[in-house]
């Protein structure tokens, strides 16, 4: 129970990191981030994106724009604001003095 | 063969077999229930509603078919991912704090507070609450305790109610720290506050008052419930039963006089008190607020009892603030009309004006009721009097509903020094400055006639169309010679300033008492002809009555 309550948090803690990275590709639809996301074992449903995305957006982070699409309705495909970006920049920063932090406490166990 | 339904999702039309789209339809509620409570539920909804049309789209292609079916709403929802899903998501979230951009937001919790009490600690957890000092809220509770031992009551159910804050987490709850794993957190957060400044909405500290009000509140319904459940259910329930009833039973009570009270509004609840003392304009407000005052708290302990007893939330947040606010709004109204009122009786106007009376040749004076009833000459339109009573009079009924409150007309009777006797009239009202209080005062008709010996007194003012109530009054002081005979009609008792009816002989017969005015004061006469007319006719009428009872079966017989 308990390392299963570390695994989820760990992975939340990095989980809007890892949202914000993958848009920053370029545009992005919400199925492809859900693929990705998959692959990467941080999300298994598609119903919890939403949520993340439109407070992201709502926090100025992402914008997006409405795209005709031949399978359904249009479609939102996300994109990095400015600010998003500045957010990112700052994200990239701590997340690579965190592995830093990690290494050290593992390398010693080594 | 299976029936199918056409829907159609956000513009998107689809043939979908009926029990699958049960299925999708309560998968869909469930959905929007879930993110009910967040601002962003529109978007959020839309955004998964979309998803979901493409996703049918998909297997539609896929397949090479036309319908769906139960199979495919499952997958997509599986796909999607069901409520509990999301829920497991969030809680997660919360408990873990691991989100960055979502901290914060733990709301704090009320519970006694252990480590600050003078008795159990409530005014404390209370203080807690709000982040005061607790001795505003001791103080409070002290100021409620002389108006029918309201602090006393509602501090001790809290007391019961409201838990003790025992495991170090009741107490982070308790004072708004948050719960996570400051160690890992902390050095993520310094590097952010910077980008963090602009970005964290910091909920909990930027909550207007009223959400802080809102959530004590379902706080401690919350913990009333939790404390009804320990105590065993059925007591509880049984409680809750007999809550509901009453309150159910208050507020038709409340609907019905409301109704009643609009309804009778056109016939003249106007001329009655209290609703003769404001303009009708506001005492529509007056009344929908005061109605809404009483009957928001009922209803929201009615919906919560329900709740409780069906397990069930009956209202969410959204609700349960604008109950709130228009119960507040209500309130203000009421106490904007109310001090509104009471200004306009702040000050007392009085003015007094000498009737010259005609002196009579005996020097007796009748005073009677002059009882035909005012009319101005739109009620004469309106009654059609010409037409209809014509040549006949109108008489003021003794009471009709017109009255205004109290009396306002006293009669007192003195000694004149000089043989001319007069009558005073003061005239005295309210308003809210002095100009004001003599124009209400003038605005009062009343009719005084004198007729030889007969004075003719109204029985009560009257006021013109669009004056209002303010405390008008009028006191009749009638000065009159030495020696001389007022005979007072028994219809003027509730006007005289004294009791007639200990001068009166007694009997039917007579209808009036009789006074000397002396030198000391007005003195009881009892007329000795009509009294002793008045015995002798009551002697014979005794007498007859026993000769005539042996006969009566020949009277009968006669009758007949």
Partial sequence: MIVENTQTQMRKGILEYCILSIIAKGETYASDIIAELKKAQLLVVEGTLYPLLTRLKNNGLLTYNWVESISGPPRKYYVLSDEGRAVLEQLDKTWQELVFAVQTAIGDRK | ?560
């Avoid at chain 2, 879930?34 to 996703?55: G, K, P, Q, V």
């Avoid at chain 2, 209202?315 to 001090?339: D, K, M, P």
């Avoid at chain 2, 005609?358 to 004469?380: G, I, M, V």
């Fill in chain 2, 1 to 560: 063969m299976n029936k199918t339904i056409i829907i159609n999702i956000n513009g998107m039309v689809f043939h979908i077999e009926e029990d699958a789209y049960e299925v999708l339809k309560n998968y869909m509620t469930d959905v929007k229930r879930h993110f009910s409570t967040s601002a962003d539920s529109l978007e959020i909804t839309t955004d998964i509603e979309n998803r979901i049309a493409e996703m049918f789209n998909e297997i539609l292609a896929r397949d090479a078919k036309q319908v769906i079916v139960e199979t495919d709403v499952k997958e997509v929802i599986g796909q999607m991912g069901s409520v509990q899903d999301f829920e497991t998501a969030e809680t997660d979230a919360k408990s873990g704090g691991g989100s960055p951009f979502e901290y914060n937001t733990e709301r704090r919790r009320l519970f006694r507070d252990p480590d600050d009490h003078l008795i159990s600690g409530v005014c404390a957890g209370i203080a807690n609450y709000f982040d005061i000092n607790p001795a505003w809220v001791r103080l409070a509770f002290a100021i409620l305790v002389p108006f029918a031992a309201m602090g006393l009551v509602i501090y001790t159910i809290l007391w019961m109610v409201v838990p003790k804050a025992i495991t170090r987490a009741d107490r982070m709850a308790m004072k708004g720290e948050k719960q996570d794993l400051k160690g890992f957190k902390k050095n993520f957060e310094e590097e952010l506050s910077t980008v963090r400044e602009n970005l964290q909405n910091f909920k909990h500290e930027a909550k207007p008052f009223i959400y802080q009000v809102r959530d004590l509140i379902s706080d401690i319904f919350e913990h009333l419930a939790a404390f009804l459940r320990g105590t065993g259910s059925l007591l509880g329930k049984l409680l809750a039963t007999a809550v509901l009833l009453a309150c159910l039973g208050m507020m038709i009570a409340l609907i019905v006089s409301l109704i009643a009270l609009f309804a009778a509004g056109n016939m003249g609840i106007y001329n009655l008190f209290p609703f003769n003392i404001t303009n009708h304009q506001a005492n529509g407000i007056f009344m929908a607020s005061g109605f809404l005052v009483l009957s928001i708290p009922l209803l929201a302990i009615i919906l919560s009892t329900i709740g409780f007893l069906f397990k069930k939330a009956s209202f969410n947040r959204s609700i349960g603030t604008t109950l709130l606010c228009i119960w507040l709004a209500s309130l203000g109204a009421v106490s904007y009309y109310g001090v509104k009122t009471a200004a306009g009786f702040r000050e007392g106007g009085k003015f007094t004006q000498t009737v010259k009376l005609k002196p009579t040749a005996n020097n007796t004076y009748y005073l009677q009721l002059n009882d035909t009833k005012y009319l101005s000459n739109e009620d004469s339109t309106r009654l059609k009097i010409n037409e209809r009573f014509k040549g006949m009079i109108i008489l003021d009924d003794d009471f009709n509903g017109d009255d205004m409150p109290n009396r306002n007309v006293t009669i007192d009777i003195e000694k004149s020094d000089v043989p001319q006797p007069v009558l005073i009239e003061t005239f005295s009202a309210r308003g809210s400055n002095l100009e004001e209080a003599l124009i209400n005062a003038r605005s009062a008709a009343y009719r005084f006639e004198q007729k030889d010996s007969v004075l003719n007194f109204d029985r009560h003012l009257e006021m013109p169309k669009g004056f209002l109530w303010r405390g008008q009054e009028l006191h009749l002081t009638l000065k009159v010679p030495l020696n001389a005979k007022i005979i007072i009609d028994q219809k003027l008792d509730r006007n005289i300033n004294f009791n007639i009816y200990e001068c009166k002989s007694d009997g039917d017969g007579i209808t009036t008492a009789t006074y000397i005015m002396t030198a000391s004061g007005l003195e009881c006469k009892v007329d000795p002809i009509k009294a002793a007319k008045f015995k002798a006719d009551s002697l014979k009428a005794l007498k007859q009555e026993q000769d005539t009872l042996p006969a009566s079966p020949a009277d009968t017989a006669k009758a007949q």
